[in-house]
Nanobody
């Protein structure tokens, strides 16, 4: 079972930036697509972004497109999320997740396509 540990969350003013990282254990990180999700208080978990195994393909939620960038460093077993132009509505706990193999690309927008989750890191954007 892979372990995923997020870091980089914090408090930032609207318009600011944060960079989240997710460190993965094990030797198979590079085999799997990865994703970021978030959950705000009182709301359901929602998809943020996903990336394929080698970083060549990415997909984003419409709400973050053009502001967030997902990337990965397979040599370091690390997944990243660069968040720019942050808005108060971006406030949430952010989770990284490892996708199941063999799922369709579009299915990666659904949480059920993932089998391993980190504990989450809090991002708070003040207005």
């Amino acid at each position: 079972q892979v372990q995923l540990v997020e870091s980089g969350g914090g408090l930032v003013q609207a318009g600011g930036s944060l960079r989240l990282s997710c460190a993965a254990s094990g030797r198979t990180f590079s085999m799997y697509p990865m994703g970021w999700f978030r959950q705000a208080p009182g709301k359901e978990r929602e998809f943020v972004a996903a990336i394929n195994w080698n970083g060549a393909s990415t997909i984003y939620a419409d709400s973050v497109k053009g502001r967030f960038t997902i990337s990965r460093d397979n040599a370091k077993n690390t997944l990243n999320l660069q968040m720019n132009s942050l808005k108060p509505e971006d406030t949430a706990v952010y989770y990284c997740a490892r996708a199941l193999l063999g799922r369709s690309w579009l299915s990666l927008k659904q949480g059920v396509a993932y089998d391993s989750w980190g504990q989450g890191t809090q991002v708070t954007v003040s207005s």
